[in-house]
């Protein structure tokens, strides 16, 4: 079976040579010419576990910039293009796939299966990417967002929780279903098809949880340091139940990076917009703010001119150069307002990206791996 990829970025290369490994044929699409060559030629390399390797051995997986041959090369057409935090109430930016979605309406192409998988706000698939196909025939469009983490993405892809579903057309989303279930380590991985607007709130549904349980993790660990308890201890116990458990219920950093605070937030919009109060999901962010000058507090407490503060991508012991919501790097950045000195030590690519975008605020100085 031939399987396109619209968008191999990070995400989408990983979930390409996913689908090779699995016996696939696979044609994935970029613009960048350089960045096709290096896969088409396996030099290029990445942090990424794993990527490197399927990429070296890989022998059905080709690139390409031609959106057409891409279109042309299978009834299945995967798209996984940015939609980032747009700002303001715009959580997520729509434009990339929108235009993506105009241009491939341009070929007239008829009885192809599109599938997203990039996070969109719950009525995007069915109230604006149909409309934006009007030209082609017989399409069917799919929902199926990825629940993995950056820096561990090929494990969280071929080990998911559940196989998530979006389609209005159960023979072809049970299709796609069985389609996945080849790429993933064990044949009886839970999976679930539902309509395109119930897969898409349950996206962000299920990280809004996650959200707050990390905060609600965080404020019980706050109210543990300020009474003298151990966080550790009592976050524990409290996770030994099995109506709540130990995951992503550890006292820790604020919950960061590209897609738990923007889903957070869009969330709380999604549920405003229904009329409903998003009490809930708004105090995860709230707290999730709070929880970032406390820790912070705390570090002035000790009254040092110097602070260190390793590791200081989103997300620790990774080398994935991912800084965006680090809440590491907010507290670092509270502490120089606040007269004092801060050392970021950390390996040489994050670094990099933080001395990109923060320059001579602090000292950098290289971990030793």
Known sequence: MNISIIGIGRL???????????????????????????????????????????????TKFYATTSLENTLNYSDKIYILVDTPNGGGDNFYDHSKLSNLLSTINNYKIKNKTIIICCTVMPGYCKNISYSLLDKCEGITIAYSPEFIAQGNIINGLINPDVILMGCENKIKGNELIEIYKKICYNDNNPSILLGLLEAEITKIGVNGFITTKISYANMIGDAC???GA??????????????????????GYSFGGPCFPRDTRALSLWINNQGIS????????????????????????????????????????TNVPIIEESAKLKIAKYLVKKGKRVIIKDNSTNLLEVKKEYGNMFIYQKKDV
Do not use: W
């Open 230 to 251: 151990d966080p550790k201890s009592v976050l524990e116990a409290i996770g030994m139940d099995s109506r709540i458990g130990n995951k992503y219920f550890k006292y």
């Open 225 to 227: 340091v300020n009474s």
């Open 12 to 58: 989408g290369l990983c979930l390409a040579l996913c689908f090779e490994k699995a016996g696939y044929r696979v044609l994935g699409m970029d613009l960048r010419e350089n960045y096709v060559n290096e896969l088409n030629n396996k030099t290029f390399k990445t942090s990424e576990p794993k990527v490197n390797e399927y990429l070296k051995n890989s």
């Open 278 to 317: 998003p009490i809930i999901s708004d105090s995860a962010g709230k707290y999730n703010n709070y929880h970032i000058y406390f820790q912070a507090e705390k570090l002035l407490l000790e009254n040092k001119d110097e602070y260190i503060i390793e590791d200081i991508a989103f997300k620790s012991n």
